[in-house]
């Protein structure tokens, strides 16, 4: 018996006819080789032992349905709740616009989010919060590079502003904290350990490199 798999991951959809027992493809360059009458749960990429459950791929987003002798796995689904989940889904509210991965009707991965402000972030959220590594360009100009925890800087991060001046280094709290570098307007550099935006002693260039090594 032969079964009809459809499946759409990001912008490649593929349609083929595979045995009962065994289908492989091509999946972002990666092969991939389903095995069992029911796929067994689990993919095992080719020339590896290493098996993937197919859950993992429910998590991100990706909804396995079953047509009688066909399988489908798309890219988006009505969860028993529900609520949405998907890899490329939109949400728009009185922020703004989202495109990204959506889970359980909130934004959870990597996205991006256009603000009504006219500011732009891309990176990875948790719950509907900016949290994880990602890029914030603002609409006045200068963007930020670097880590978030609930939509505030904290961590290690690179701001450059619309004058050209540049900070790189810890964060907390939305604002310089611990060992980071500055650089004016004009080029010139200071190594400094700063407390809520203050510098508070200098450092050298070397001691700077060492701490960040």
Avoid at 12 to 34: D, E, M, Q
Avoid at 169 to 197: R, S
Wanted: avoid cysteine; aromatic fraction near 14%; glycine fraction near 14%.
């Amino acid at each position: 018996m032969n079964r009809k798999i459809m499946f759409s991951i990001g912008s490649i959809l593929i349609v083929s006819i595979f045995s009962f027992n065994t289908f492989a493809a091509s999946i972002n360059n990666i092969s991939i080789v389903f095995k069992g009458d029911t796929l067994d749960n689990k993919v095992i990429a080719e020339g590896s032992d290493v098996y993937v459950s197919l859950d993992v791929l429910t998590e991100l987003g990706y909804e396995i349905k079953w047509k009688s002798d066909e399988v489908e796995l798309v890219e988006k689904g009505q969860n028993s709740n529900g609520t949405v989940t998907g890899v490329n889904l939109t949400i728009t509210d009185e922020t703004g616009i989202y495109t990204g991965a959506v889970l359980n009707g909130l934004r959870n991965g990597m996205g991006t989010q256009a603000f009504k402000s006219g500011d732009v972030y891309v990176g990875a959220f948790k719950d509907d919060m900016i949290t994880g590594n990602g890029t914030y360009y603002y609409d006045a100009g200068g963007i930020y590079e670097g880590s978030f925890i609930n939509g505030i800087k904290v961590g290690i991060g690179k701001r450059i502003y619309i004058d050209k001046r540049e900070y790189y280094g810890e964060w907390d709290n939305g604002l310089w904290n611990g060992y980071g570098k500055y650089i004016d307007e004009n080029g010139k550099k200071i190594f400094a350990v700063w407390e809520n935006g203050r510098m508070i002693q200098r450092v050298s260039e070397k001691q700077f490199d060492n701490y960040f090594d």
